[in-house]
């Protein structure tokens, strides 16, 4: 099957189940993960068109908004049992006039296959509700969807076109990570199981966009007594090598529930 068969191939297998769907109502995941000193984004490249998209999907009619962000994440991208919040809704009146979006929706049109009510359907206005997800990296393997012929992480510096207002949407998902730092699991999720205290503090910089007094990071994380320490990191260099931590998580989300924080 060429690939312009498959994808209306399942184009038509959505369509067939539309009645089940919310009209006017998606959701858009922002899902982030962190590697080499870097917050980076996962982002899905439709097929065909080759234009970059936020992993996104519809409302089924009888579930739970929280359930369909947890099945756009698992449908869209592989990715399941993963921390993840809703953060904003998108409402703009001309969200889908981004010129970003044009190409693929032409591409729709040309499909002789659909039917004007599909096409009506998906280009009309649609409100979408924002998710963000913390991973780590090293963790997740994800996969493209039947839509998708790439699945990949891009950096937040380094941000292809997108298609509608996603860009704005990763802008939105990263002020509220920011303002809400004291209340999310930022380095249980972000970062692997054992991490050296300059881990901790350059994915904080990362998320902050500043740098941090390097003593004064450390006396307030280790005062708040959510990390236990292990063997040193020994790399054969002649410098000092550093000791290795893991959170305490028992404590660490006691520390989440009310609200005190990692670092203000």
């Known amino acids: 099957m060429d690939p312009e068969t498959d994808l209306l191939y399942h184009i038509k297998s959505?369509?067939?189940?539309?009645?089940?769907?919310l009209p006017g109502n998606s959701i858009d995941c922002v899902i982030l993960g962190y590697e080499s000193q870097q917050l980076k984004v996962l982002l899905l490249?439709?097929?065909n068109d080759g234009v970059w998209t936020l992993p996104g999907g519809f409302i089924k009619k009888t579930e739970h908004l929280d359930d369909a962000a947890q099945r756009v994440l698992r449908e869209r991208t592989g990715l399941s049992s993963v921390f993840v919040k809703q953060f904003y809704t998108f409402g703009s009146s001309v969200r889908n006039k981004n010129p970003q979006i044009a190409k693929p929706l032409y591409h729709l049109k040309m499909m002789e296959e659909l039917s004007p009510n599909f096409l009506k359907w998906i280009t009309d206005r649609f409100i979408t509700t924002g998710y963000f997800a913390l991973v780590d990296i090293k963790r997740i393997h994800p996969r493209p969807d039947a839509f998708s012929e790439v699945c990949e992480w891009k950096s937040l510096d380094a941000l292809p076109p997108l298609i509608l207002d996603h860009k704005a949407i990763i802008t939105k998902a990263l002020d509220h990570l920011k303002t809400q730092l004291n209340y999310l699991p930022i380095g249980i999720s972000l970062l692997p199981k054992k991490f050296t205290m300059q881990d901790l503090r350059k994915l904080y910089e990362a998320i902050l966009g500043k740098p941090l007094e390097r003593s004064n990071f450390q006396r307030k994380l280790l005062k708040l007594g959510i990390l236990t320490r292990h063997e040193k990191q020994m790399t054969g260099a002649a410098n000092k090598a550093p000791y290795?931590?893991?959170?305490?998580?028992?404590?660490?989300?006691?520390l989440i529930k009310n609200g005190i924080g990692f670092y203000s």
């Open 14 to 21: 959505f369509e067939a189940q539309l009645e089940d769907y």
């Open 244 to 254: 290795l931590y893991t959170f305490s998580e028992k404590k660490y989300y006691e």
């Open 45 to 47: 490249k439709w097929k």
